[in-house]
C-alpha cells in the first residue's frame, strides 16, 4: 500500500473519531448543567483544557463562556481540532483515496461534512442538543459502514489503528483532567452532587451505563480502574491499545508478541504495561503523573508511526 494511501485513511479515522468526541463531550455538559445547581454548572473551560488549546482559545475569545466555547470547539473553522475542520479534514483525506474506499463510505463522510457545515452556531439549547446527536450517530454509522464495506485489508486496519488510537488519546486527557477537578480532597465517599459530575464524566466515555452494570456504586477509584483498566469496554485506554496493537501486526506480519520496528516495540510496551497493572498501583504512583506520561507516549507513538508507515525519507546523494 503507498503511504499517502495509508497517510489518508489512517487521518480519516482519527478525525471523524474526534469530531464525535467533542460533540459529545459538549453534549454531557448541557445535561450536566440541567442536572447540577449553578454553583458547579460552570463547566465550560474544562472542555478547552481537554481539547490541549485553552491559551489559543483565550487569545482568540477572551472569556469562557457557554457561545464562545461552542463556537471554538465546534464551527470554528481556523481551529483545526473542531468538529468543522475535522470533517473538512476527514472528506479531504476521504476524497484522495476515494479509489481504495467504498462508495458508500465516501457517501457518509461527504453528507456527515455538509451537515455540519450547513448548521447555525445561533440556535436554542434544544436544538444544539439534537445537532451533536446527529454528529454522534453519524459518526458511528461511518464506523459501522467501513466495517461492513471495506474489505479487512491493510488499509482497513490503518483506519480501525487511527480510530483508537485516537480515542484512547481522548480517554486519557478527559480522566486527566475531569478527575483532576472531581476527586474530592479528604473524603473517600461520594455526595450526592459529586456523583452527578461523576456520572457526566462516564458519560462523556460513553461508558455510564456499562459501567452501572458491573459496579454498584459510582466511585472515583471504579471510574479510573473502568476507564484505563478495563479490558472490555471499547473506550478504555487498556482495550484501545490491545485491539490497536492486533492492527499493527496485522499490518506489519510480525507475530504478536514479539517486534520489528520502534512502532511495534512502543505499543506493544504500552499494552504490556497496562496489562499487568492494577488501579491501587495507579494511585499510588500518581494518577495525573501516571496519565501525563502515558500522553506523552501517545503522542511518541503517534510520531513513529508517521516516520514508519507515512514519511518518505529523501534519496541519499550518490558518493562519488
Not at 160 to 165: E, I
Not at 203 to 227: C, H, W
Not at 240 to 249: I, V
Request: with cysteine; charged share 20%.
Amino acid at each position: 500500500m503507498l503511504s499517502r494511501v495509508a497517510n489518508s485513511i489512517y487521518w480519516l479515522n482519527r478525525h471523524i473519531e474526534r469530531a464525535e468526541n467533542t460533540a459529545r463531550f459538549i453534549d454531557v455538559n448541557f445535561n450536566l448543567i440541567l442536572d447540577s445547581p449553578a454553583a458547579i454548572s460552570q463547566q465550560w473551560e474544562p472542555l478547552v483544557v481537554t481539547a490541549g488549546d485553552l491559551p489559543l482559545f483565550q487569545e482568540r475569545y477572551g472569556e469562557v463562556t457557554a457561545e464562545n466555547v461552542i463556537q471554538f470547539l465546534t464551527f470554528d473553522s481556523n481551529y483545526q481540532h473542531s468538529i468543522l475542520s475535522c470533517l473538512q479534514s476527514a472528506r479531504e483525506n476521504a476524497r484522495c483515496v476515494r479509489e481504495m474506499i467504498s462508495r458508500e463510505m465516501w457517501q457518509q463522510v461527504n453528507s456527515f461534512y455538509f451537515m455540519v457545515k450547513e448548521a447555525a452556531p445561533e440556535q436554542p439549547t434544544c436544538v444544539l442538543h439534537e445537532f451533536f446527536t446527529q454528529v454522534k450517530l453519524a459518526s458511528h454509522l461511518f464506523a459501522g459502514v467501513m466495517d461492513a464495506t471495506m474489505a479487512h485489508n491493510e488499509g482497513w486496519h490503518f483506519g480501525h489503528l487511527g480510530r483508537l488510537l485516537e480515542r484512547a488519546d481522548k480517554t486519557n486527557r478527559l480522566l486527566d483532567v475531569k478527575y483532576f477537578m472531581l476527586l474530592p480532597a479528604a473524603v473517600a465517599t461520594v455526595g450526592t452532587l459529586d456523583e452527578v459530575s461523576w456520572m457526566a464524566l462516564l458519560k462523556s466515555a460513553s461508558a455510564y451505563e456499562m459501567y452501572r452494570k458491573r459496579n454498584q456504586r459510582i466511585t472515583p477509584t471504579g471510574v479510573a480502574d473502568f476507564l484505563v483498566l478495563d479490558r472490555e469496554f471499547p473506550r478504555s485506554i487498556l482495550f484501545c491499545l490491545q485491539q490497536a496493537d492486533l492492527s499493527l501486526h496485522h499490518i506489519t506480519g510480525t507475530p504478536t508478541g514479539t517486534w520489528e520496528n520502534s512502532v511495534e516495540c512502543t505499543l506493544g510496551r504500552m499494552r504490556s504495561e497496562l496489562d499487568y497493572l492494577t488501579i491501587e498501583e495507579i494511585l499510588q504512583r500518581g494518577l495525573h503523573e501516571f496519565l501525563d506520561d502515558l500522553q506523552r507516549q501517545v503522542n511518541d507513538l503517534d510520531d513513529k508511526i508517521t516516520k514508519t508507515f507515512f514519511s518518505l525519507e529523501p534519496a541519499q546523494p550518490l558518493r562519488v
